[in-house]
C-alpha cells in the first residue's frame, strides 16, 4: 500500500497519501459518479483478494523492548518470536506467502511494523504477543483484539496501554481526488477493513477455542498502534499470560506454540474462504 504513515502519528495534522494502486486504476477509467466507482472499487478489491495470500506476521517487541517478562524469566519478546516462527511455518506448508517484520532479536518501531505491511501489500496483519497482568497470577488464557478508537474493558485498555496504545487519528487526504471524495474513498476503505478484521477475529476466537485456553470474553479491541492500518485486516494475538505460571510453562512447550499455530492457520484459511465468498456476493 502506498500510504505515508506519518499522519497516523501526528494527530490532527493533515498528511497527503496516494491512493493504493488498484484503486487507482479502478477510479482511473471514468468520470467520478459513486455507484459506478463503487462498484469498481469492488470488482478490483476482489481482484486483489483473489491474488493476494501474503500474510505478514509480526511477532511484538524486540531488541531493547522485551515486553511482558514472566516470574520464570520468559521474555515475551522471545515468546512472540518463536510461536511467530511456528506460525510462518504452518503458513507456508498452507500455500501462504509469509513475510515478518522481525526475524530475529532486534527492535521495531511501532510504526515501522505497520509501514512494513503496507509496502508489502500484505493481505493480512497478525500481530503476535502474551501478556501479562502481573501481580495477578490467576488470570489466564489467550485472546484476540482488533483496533478501536475506544477499548472494549478496562483489561483490555489496560493491555493496550502496555502494548503502546495511540490516541484517535486524523483522517488522510489522498492525492488527485478532491477531499470530498477523498474522504468517501477512506471511509469506504477503513470500514472495509474494518469490517474484515472483525471477521479474523471472529476466526480466530473460534480456531483457539478450540484448541487452547481462553480469556473470558476473548474478542476485545482497543486503541493497539500495531493494528491501525485502514488499509489492510489486522488482529492482535495475546497467546497467553506470562503473569500465570501455568500459561508460562505452556508457552515454553512445542506442543503448545503449534496448537495456537494450527488454529491461527485455520483462522486464516476460514478468513480468506469467507471473505471470498463475502465479496462475490457483492
Ligand atoms: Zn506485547
Redesign the pocket.
Known sequence: MVFSRRFLLDAGVKATISLPLWMQTALAATPWSRHEQASRLRAAAYRQGQQNRLVVIDP??GGRDP??IGKGRLF?KDI?LSASWDLRRTLERGGYHVMMTRERDFFVPLQGRVDFAEKHHAAVFLSI???SVAPNTVVRGASVYTFAEHASDPLAQKIAS??NSVERLSNPTFKGVSPQVGEILFSLMSHSTKVESLLLQKHAVGALARSVDMLQNPARHATFAVLQSAAIPSILV?TAFLSNPEDEAALRTNAFRERIAQSMKNAVDAWFIAKQHAVANL
Open positions: 511484538g517487541h515486553g511482558c515475551e512472540a504477543h502474551a501478556n502496555l502494548e495475546e
